[in-house]
């Protein structure tokens, strides 16, 4: 069981973790009766496609992928928790989705750029300060952002089933056995988080439009849009080869801005909630491997 598995991932949920396998997802949900409610499927083709072994394009495919099974999984969680008539489904779902999609693109993407416009045009800063302006405004925003959401008390929680679901899979892949006590020990940081694709795309970002030199206002908004599947398929490249590599003292070293932007998106996660998110990975890797975890 020391073997490292960079399949295996997940995401929290309201009272609740999902993780996902190479081709199983399972749920599991902290009902407002106490009980903890477990869903297990199994994942779309496309994971096991040849789409998802062609570089770039696959991180594009499966990233677009998770964010709607994270969204359906996500308003699973919701619904139990709500009552009937507050329920998210359908239409609904998916609506919400497009508008988050929508926010965050003009939030992270394009106000960013039009900063950066208004220092060229205002301030008469040449191009490469101004996208350099740009990138830096883009860091500060998501992670004003992120620390912003973070004093939500609801959120909080999510953030502490977020380190919960961290501490499981560290526990796993160190050999450990999976009970709420010995888990609680682990690091709530891990290389193949979401976070880390984030801080990488931004990253990325303001190395990319920083080349791109001088344009015109619609075609440097334009252009923010556009090269984003780009960008997202790079950084799903770049954290697939540093997970693979994290012995190298150099690996190390790049992972550690991302590992430390993880303190705002995780919490220390109370023993129950521990129990959740190891409901989840047993109920994972029992599907995906008709065994339950071995026991050390």
């Known amino acids: 069981m020391k073997d490292r598995l960079p399949s295996y991932g997940g995401q929290a949920l309201i009272e609740g973790v999902m993780m996902r396998g190479s081709k199983n997802v399972a749920l599991a949900m902290r009902s407002p009766d106490g009980s903890i409610v477990i869903q297990t499927e199994s994942l779309g083709g496309i994971y096991k496609s040849w789409v998802a072994r062609v570089p770039f394009v696959r991180g594009l495919i ?18 139990l928790q709500g009552e009937e008539d507050e329920k998210l489904e359908g239409p609904a779902l998916y609506g919400t989705l497009a508008v988050s999609i929508i926010i965050a693109v003009a939030l992270f993407m394009l106000l960013p750029a039009a900063i950066g416009q208004l220092a060229e045009s205002w301030l008469g800063w040449n191009a490469w300060w101004s996208n350099l302006l740009e990138g830096l405004s883009r860091l ?39 009970t709420p006590e010995k888990v609680a020990a682990y690091s709530v940081e891990h290389p ?5 694709f984030l801080l990488t795309l931004v990253l990325l970002s303001v190395i990319l439009f920083a080349l791109l030199g001088p344009l015109p206002p619609a075609v440097r908004l334009g252009s923010r849009i556009l090269l984003l599947p780009l960008l997202a398929g ?22 550690k801005p991302n590992l430390a932007l993880q303190h705002l998106t995780t919490r220390e996660p109370s023993l129950d909630m521990l129990e959740v998110s190891i409901a989840a990975f047993k109920a994972m890797y029992e599907k995906e491997n008709d065994a339950p975890v071995p026991v050390p």
């Open 62 to 79: 499966l990233l677009w992928d998770s964010l709607v099974l994270g969204m359906r999984m996500l308003t699973i969680s919701a619904n």
């Open 140 to 178: 500060a925003i998501v992670i004003g952002y992120i620390w912003a959401v973070g004093l939500v008390p609801d959120v909080r929680r999510v953030f502490a089933y977020h380190g919960a679901e961290h501490k499981t899979i560290n526990a796993f892949e160190a050999g450990e056995e999976l």
């Open 192 to 196: 193949r988080c979401g976070t880390a």
């Open 234 to 255: 790079a950084a799903y490249e770049y954290i697939r080869l540093t997970a693979r590599h994290l012995g190298s003292p150099l690996v190390k070293m790049l992972v």
